[in-house]
T-cell receptor
Framework: GDSVTQMEGPVTLSEEAFLTINCTYT??????LFWYVQYPGEGLQLLLK?????DKGSNKGFEATYRKETTSFHLEKGSVQVSDSAVYFC??????????FGGGTRLMVKP | GAVVSQHPSWVICKSGTSVKIECRSL??????MFWYRQFPKQSLMLMAT?????????EQGVEKDKFLINHASLTLSTLTVTSAHPEDSSFYIC????????????FGPGTRLTVL
């Protein structure tokens, strides 16, 4: 079946540091890929998505590129802020409507 | 973008009572709604999938008599936690999907249930 693996956290960075959260997947067919962010006590917010190979999703300074050859969708941001502290989930949808989530990565950014 | 709301956002109840959580798609008609449960510091766990007008499909290990799901219309699904106990305390999140629309689920803000 489909699966998503993302790096375990917590990831602790200083403000303005570069962020990478790795995400790899296995899926049948051609999935759409997503990054969601969850701030403390809140629900999930879609951060960015990519629907086909080589697409780059971007939002709020975050970006991720759909790499079919490496089955990856790593999340990056050039300069993190304290307000980026949250849990980040990588996920995919294939031909049906079922989402498969990674385990989540907690990011903590210190001033 | 598509907006999904949940009500209530948080609820505290006594053990043995039943609690109903509503999930509404505000600006689109959702052909399918999903209910998730999230324990602290964990990922989302899919509980069930519901299609309007038909019975929900529950994931393995989820008690259908404990977690009653009703999807009466294309904009409303409800989850009722019956005879709630402290171990049912959790964060419940719904999402909605529109067949033929964008291939993604749209999430509600979640409901935090605390059972005393």
């Amino acid at each position: 079946g489909d699966s998503v693996t993302q790096m375990e956290g917590p990831v602790t960075l200083s403000e303005e540091a570069f962020l990478t959260i790795n995400c790899t997947y296995t899926a049948t067919g051609y999935p759409s890929l997503f990054w969601y962010v969850q701030y403390p006590g809140e629900g999930l917010q879609l951060l960015l998505k990519a629907t086909k190979a080589d697409d780059k999703g971007s939002n709020k300074g975050f970006e991720a590129t759909y790499r079919k050859e490496t089955t990856s969708f790593h999340l990056e941001k050039g300069s993190v802020q304290v307000s980026d502290s949250a849990v980040y989930f990588c996920a995919l949808i294939t031909g049906g409507n079922m989402l498969t989530f990674g385990g989540g990565t907690r990011l903590m950014v210190k001033p | 973008g598509a907006v999904v709301s949940q009500h209530p956002s948080w609820v505290i109840c006594k053990s043995g009572t039943s609690v109903k959580i509503e999930c509404r798609s505000l600006d689109f008609q959702a052909t399918t709604m999903f209910w998730y449960r999230q324990f602290p510091k964990q990922s989302l766990m899919l509980m069930a999938t519901s299609n309007e007008g038909s019975k929900a499909t529950y994931e393995q290990g989820v008690e259908k008599d404990k977690f009653l799901i009703n999807h009466a219309s294309l904009t409303l699904s409800t989850l009722t936690v019956t005879s709630a106990h402290p171990e049912d305390s959790s964060f419940y999140i719904c999402s909605a999907y529109l067949a033929g629309g964008p291939n993604e689920q749209f999430f509600g803000p979640g409901t935090r249930l605390t059972v005393l």
